[in-house]
């Protein structure tokens, strides 16, 4: 069974930077896409940037050359650094395990506000 813990978030003023983490559990971290996708109150869950077991990379246009997302496959762990925030970047931020299936996480609030 995967598991998906996420941490990070907050609250951070326009322009500032946060750094989310995911820490999976199991031993398929290595060969499965990552993701992180993001999600406001009745809307859609969108995608932010994906990152495959080889190192390519995905991202969303609204966060290309503010975001970087990476792996470190001896941790486990998945990451998305953010800089350059904006109110618009204020949503649930949900990372995601793709293989066979998709796995979730529980997700974890970014709040961008002066």
């Known amino acids: 069974q995967v598991q998906l813990v996420e941490s990070g978030g907050g609250l951070v003023q326009p322009g500032g930077s946060l750094r989310l983490s995911c820490a999976a559990s199991g031993s398929i971290f290595s060969i499965a896409t990552m993701g992180w996708y993001r999600q406001l109150p009745g809307k859609q869950r969108d995608l932010v940037a994906t990152i495959t077991s080889g190192g390519h990379t995905n991202y969303a246009n609204s966060v290309k050359g503010r975001f970087t997302i990476s792996r470190d496959n001896d941790k486990n762990t998945v990451y998305l650094q953010m800089n350059s925030l904006k109110p618009e970047d204020t949503a649930v931020y949900y990372c995601?395990?793709?293989?066979?299936?998709?796995?979730w996480g529980q997700g974890t609030q970014v709040t961008v506000s002066s």
């Open positions: 995601n395990l793709q293989i066979v299936r998709n796995y």
